[in-house]
């Protein structure tokens, strides 16, 4: 059916959509790699691990990009940021293992001032220019009542360098670099209040929560008391409207959608 005879948004949409060459059902299908971006390290974890856990066991490679150095993260006293940082990247190191993840790259912008500014943008775009993820993952900027502004920037910093990773034109000097534009396939959100595509977690629960828990210097026994509560139950909401005990929730949109499109939010 040609376009023009299409007189409703509903089925003009639908169709747009299948030409769009963008399996919503099943978006990391096709994928080989993927970049899962988090402000701090306890983030892709706590936002994906059970889902991170599939793809690794599936033979997907994923690596994470952390932004900052996490050395905010207490309210202990006697230690100090820098003590912390070190702590909280060997946390990292561990938990991502338990995973099935072998990598992370550290921006190691100062934990609750990560810059919402072109030069943080460029160095995103420059590691997925080096690592030519077929997907990238990210906080959802857009989650209603986040206070944590690292968040909000983390995912907007995203969504802009995998617009702006394929134009040569935006930091020439990675192209002097030997460093070539790349197209991101896929862009999808975690810690998402509108999710679309569903991982069921329910088999892999217990491990995401020893994988969070070896944040050790985040979850103390106090503190574990109420996350372990709180995690469980963001995983049965996100498992209740997929049909499943656990699962997590996480937002794809294709990239046709992510710019001038005043009906992103209904994909
Ligand atoms: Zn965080």
Redesign the pocket.
């Known amino acids: 059916m040609a376009f023009e005879e299409f007189d409703d948004f509903e089925s003009a949409l639908k169709a747009l959509i299948d030409k769009l060459d963008f399996d919503l059902e099943n978006p990391l299908n096709d994928v080989d790699k993927v970049l899962c971006i ?3 390290p ?2 892709c974890v706590i936002g994906m691990g059970g889902t991170i856990r599939k793809l690794t066991e599936m033979g997907k490679e994923v690596v994470y990009l952390c932004l900052t150095d996490g050395s905010m993260g207490t309210t202990d006293e006697s230690v100090s940021a820098h003590e912390l940082a070190l702590t909280r990247r060997r946390e990292e190191e561990e938990s991502a293992k338990m995973l099935g993840v072998n990598r992370i790259i550290w921006l190691g912008y100062k934990d609750t001032e990560l810059p919402y500014t072109v030069e943080a943008r460029n160095q995103i775009i420059k590691v997925i220019r080096r690592e030519k993820p077929d997907a990238v993952l990210a906080p959802d900027p857009w989650l209603p009542y986040e206070a ?1 502004p ?2 909000v920037t983390a995912g907007r910093l995203a969504l802009e360098a995998v617009s702006f990773s394929p134009l040569p034109n935006v930091v020439p000097s990675d192209l002097q670099l030997g460093i070539e534009p790349h197209q991101v396939d896929v862009l999808g959100f975690y810690y998402t209040a509108k999710p679309n595509y569903f991982v069921d977690i329910t088999d892999l629960m217990k491990l995401k929560l020893r994988a969070v828990r070896a944040h050790r210097s985040q979850f103390t026994d106090d503190v574990w008391e109420k996350w372990e509560p709180f995690l469980r139950t963001v995983a049965l909401y996100y498992g209740k409207k997929v049909g499943t005990k656990y699962a997590e929730g996480l937002r794809f949109i294709p990239g046709l959608f992510l710019h001038i499109t005043p009906f992103a939010e209904l994909i």
Request: proline letters at 12%; charged letters at 50%; glycine letters at 0%.
């Open positions: 988090e402000p701090h306890d983030d944590h690292d968040h």
